[in-house]
Nanobody, 118 residues
Framework: QVQLVESGGGLVQTGGSLRLSCAAS????????MGWFRQAPGKSRDFVAG????????NYADSVKGRFTISRDSAKNTVYLQMNSLRPEDTAVYYC???????????WGQGTQVTVSS
């Protein structure tokens, strides 16, 4: 089993930045991809960004392209989400996830709250 611990969430004003981190431990050799999802109150959990663990290939939701950047540090088993130009509609609980590829994810962390004030 893999354990995921997210950190870096908080309260920020519109236009501000935050960097989320997700540290993986346990059976990390099984990780092929990692990603970030988010869930706003009363809404479904949506994909935000993903990265393959070996090649570093990435993909993003259209709503965050050009503002968010996903990266990973393989030595630290950590994935990051740099979020710039934040908007109130980015407010959500952000979840880290592991996956078998960029499009299929099967395990999520506990989440970290991001709140963007207007």
């Amino acid at each position: 089993q893999v354990q995921l611990v997210e950190s870096g969430g908080g309260l920020v004003q519109t236009g501000g930045s935050l960097r989320l981190s997700c540290a993986a431990s346990g059976r990390t050799f099984r990780i092929s991809a990692m990603g970030w999802f988010r869930q706003a109150p009363g809404k479904s959990r949506d994909f935000v960004a993903g990265i393959t663990w070996s090649a570093g290939l990435t993909n993003y939701a259209d709503s965050v392209k050009g503002r968010f950047t996903i990266s990973r540090d393989s030595a630290k088993n950590t994935v990051y989400l740099q979020m710039n130009s934040l908007r109130p509609e980015d407010t959500a609980v952000y979840y880290c996830a592991t996956g078998i590829n960029l499009y299929e994810y099967d395990f999520w962390g506990q989440g970290t709250q991001v709140t963007v004030s207007s």
